[in-house]
């Protein structure tokens, strides 16, 4: 069931895994990933898609949750409380915004703290209230979350996503106890069609790929993760 990486196989069989931002390209990557190794996704966005998508792509054992808002208190707590002792969750739910800060609006500073941070923090908080002792946490930071000089004319987003690795840390620690693993993965720029798009004169060689990215968090929210946590994961590619 389990698809060799090294000399680890990953395998998810009888395990329920949430994804959060589950339709987007890494999002995508990561259900796609988690399905070849026997999981049962929870494929939550905040956006509606047909449960019919993931049927097309071959993937069974695909739950679609579509149309959740995950900035607010009552849809996270009514999501997480309708399944059973999930073994992991991964926040990939979020958002970006590329702005100098004279042109960054106390709104959209706002709406980068709700995106990224509060998303991660609500979704932590009901996902570990659910979880048998034992489960895994993954949440998305990014390079200027840690490495802040690299988040200049983005200081908003990259203010949220330090959210996000700090959140990480902490909680990798508190939730010890529990045996609950909790990291973060922390990508460089994506190799995305709209980031190519984007930045044509850049070089998406040295990007790091989706599919390489949704590995190392398939890891990390494994049962083969046996002792890391509270890392903050760089996935920078060569970038």
Not at 24 to 48: W, Y
């Amino acid at each position: 069931m389990g698809r060799t990486v090294g000399t680890a196989i990953l395998d998810f069989s009888g395990r329920s895994v949430v994804v959060t931002g589950a339709f987007g390209i890494l999002g995508t990557g990561v259900v796609c990933r988690l399905q070849q190794a026997g999981a049962k996704v929870i494929a939550v966005d905040a956006h509606i898609t047909p449960q019919d998508r993931w049927a097309a792509a071959g993937l069974e054992r695909v739950d679609v949750r579509g149309g959740v808002d995950l900035r607010e208190e009552g849809p996270v707590e009514e999501l997480y409380q309708s399944i059973a002792a999930p073994w992991a969750s991964i926040h990939i739910a979020g958002g970006f915004l590329y702005a100098p800060l004279a042109d960054t609006s106390q709104a959209d500073f706002q709406n980068m703290m709700q995106m990224n941070a509060r998303t991660c923090f609500l979704c932590c908080r009901a996902a570990a209230a659910r979880m048998a002792d034992g489960g895994r946490i993954v949440n998305i930071a990014a390079r200027p979350g840690v490495e802040p000089r690299t988040g200049a004319n983005m200081s908003a987003y990259a203010a949220s996503k330090a959210a996000v690795a700090a959140l990480s840390e902490a909680l990798g620690e508190e939730l010890a106890g529990r045996g609950i693993l909790v990291n973060a993965v922390a990508p460089s720029i994506l190799d995305t069609p709209q980031n190519r798009a984007d930045m044509p004169d850049a070089d998406p060689a040295d990007w790091p790929k989706a599919e390489d990215v949704a590995e190392t968090i398939a890891f990390l929210a494994s049962p083969d993760n046996t002792v890391t946590r509270s890392a903050v994961v760089p996935v920078y590619g060569r970038a």
